[in-house]
């Protein structure tokens, strides 16, 4: 692993991560709306929504950091035509723009609310273009263990895993903070809260069942494909295998016996603190979960030919 | 294509003799770890242990010298996402370094490890096929250094009627993926692509 594979593993993830809560938050804010109101969704989402715009900038700093010759990145985008790469980056910066838009206009309030759900709603669908692209960027006929239906696949699970949790636990930080405000609002934020960590903790659950499923099954199609493909299974069972395990332990326990808890926790009112703790510990042994499992997937490919 | 110059290698004739390689490098003044042109030597089989005695069996070996195949289907140019690979009338490809961001995404896409990172100017290189020399007429730099002349550049259907279709052997790629500018005599011992049961034995090279 040098500086540029942590440039490429820091982007991916942060904006899969970005796309998944974009997701997350507009789900969670529309629900929170039809049952409290706009102005109780506001105060649910908002902060979290602000959190997102540091993230969604540093990913894109990460994303220049791989590149030789970081002043002819504006070209980046000069082969739509025919290649990924390009289209991953434009879809990108609009995915970003959208984003940025909206936190701005959400912050000031400014506009009719229907424009401001439209460019939401937008960045969301842009969000999932972009993951897809991103996908289809290590879709080379040339690198086995990446030409497979299991990258897309993998690639939606992180985006929805990472975004469902990096919001779980931005939740509960919106909450400690109101709480720490003596915000009158308490009780309803407090159901709010509990709500959404409730569905955030079976989606974790659904989605690492996901992963699980698919693992087993990449590793054989792959490791069956060609002698390159072989190579890279035999790298990720045997040198790297370690790593490997400790991804899989670290999402089961992250994704599944954390959000079990999260899910008891959740049920009834009177356990804020200790569910807080379970949404940070959920999401931070996640994310470490997902880094290790891209480190892999750069560290393990073995491209075809010489 | 009407229009596609070619590289041909004689595998059957080739000792491994690395001039090829060098010829390039010094041409080209490349820096360390910079091959555009590589020998590759391949080989394999095994002993036999007959009364008491070990016997060579089927022990193969046999070099195969390559650069960049200026690809009928360059994927190289077809994944750059700044446009900055192109292909000319004549079949060359070419990367323009102005243009390069130096991602190394072509690295990834072309199974023949021919656009190479310049550590020094941050941006991918690879063969030319000596366009410089082709335009006035005279041969790639690899091609007159050859002491076993096992490779000449020529029009691609021309060399092929010459030749014949052959365009990959281990340890090359499958030729689907880029289908290369490439015509090859096999080596008597030459395996198929993909289906090789030998390895690659050349040392790694400090040049």
């Known amino acids: ?262 899910y008891q926790n959740a049920m009834s009112a009177g356990h804020e603190k200790m569910l807080g703790n379970l949404a940070y510990a959920a999401f931070v042994i996640v994310l470490v979960a997902e880094v290790l499992g891209r480190v892999l997937f750069y560290a393990s490919h073995v491209r075809i030919g010489i | 294509m009407a229009n596609q110059k070619a590289f041909y290698f004689d595998a059957s004739s080739c000792i491994g003799c690395k001039a090829c390689q060098n010829a390039c490098k010094d041409k080209y003044d490349l820096p360390l770890g910079i091959r555009w042109r590589r020998v590759f030597e391949y080989g394999g089989g095994n002993w036999l242990f007959m009364d008491g005695v070990e016997t060579p069996n089927n022990v193969f070996k046999y070099y195969v010298s390559t650069a960049c195949q200026h690809c009928a289907n360059p994927v190289c140019r077809d994944v750059c996402p700044a446009a900055a690979i192109t292909k000319r009338a004549d079949g060359i490809v070419l990367i323009d370094p102005d243009k390069c961001i130096g991602c190394r995404y072509c690295q990834w896409a072309c199974p023949y490890g021919a656009p190479q990172f310049n550590e020094e100017t941050k941006v991918m290189t690879k063969c030319t096929f000596c366009a410089d020399l082709q335009d006035q007429g005279l041969n790639p730099a690899c091609v007159d250094a050859c002491v076993m002349r096992c490779l000449e550049v020529g029009d691609y259907e021309e060399l092929r009627q010459k030749y014949g279709s052959l365009a990959a052997i281990e340890p090359l790629p499958t030729a689907n993926i880029t289908k290369p500018s490439l015509v090859i005599t096999p080596h008597k011992h030459a395996q198929p692509s993909g289906q090789g049961t030998g390895s690659i034995l050349s040392l790694s090279e400090e040049v």
């Open chain 1, 1 to 262: 692993m040098n500086a540029r594979d942590w440039a490429l593993i820091t982007f991916t993830i942060l904006v899969q991560m970005s796309v998944g809560s974009m997701w997350v938050l507009g789900v969670a804010h529309f629900l929170a709306a039809r049952k409290y109101g706009n102005e109780e969704a506001d105060r649910l989402s908002d902060r979290a929504l602000f959190a997102l715009v540091p993230v969604i900038a540093l990913a894109f700093i990460a994303s220049l950091l791989h590149l030789g010759n970081p002043f002819n990145a504006y070209r980046a985008v000069t082969n739509l035509g025919s290649s990924w790469l390009s289209r991953e980056i434009f879809f990108g910066v609009i995915f970003a723009v959208l984003a940025f838009v909206f936190a701005f206009l959400q912050w000031r309030k400014i506009g009719p609310l229907l424009l401001r759900n439209v460019i939401a709603g937008l960045a969301a669908l842009v969000g999932l273009v972009l993951v897809f692209s991103m996908s289809n960027v290590y879709m080379l006929q040339a690198e086995p263990a990446w030409n497979s239906w299991a990258t897309p696949v993998s690639f939606f699970a992180t985006t929805f895993l990472l975004g469902a949790l990096a919001m779980g636990a931005a939740f509960a930080a919106n909450y400690a903070y109101l709480q720490s405000k003596k915000a009158d609002c308490a009780d309803a934020q407090c159901t709010l809260m509990r709500e959404a960590l409730r569905w955030i903790a079976v989606a974790a659950v659904v989605l690492v069942g996901v992963e699980l499923v698919v693992l087993p099954i990449y590793l054989a199609s792959v490791a069956g494909g060609s002698a390159a493909g072989l190579a890279s299974v035999k790298l990720m069972a045997g040198s790297l295998g370690w790593m490997l395990a400790l991804r899989v332990i670290l999402a089961i326990v992250g994704a599944g016996v954390f959000a079990i808890f999260l």
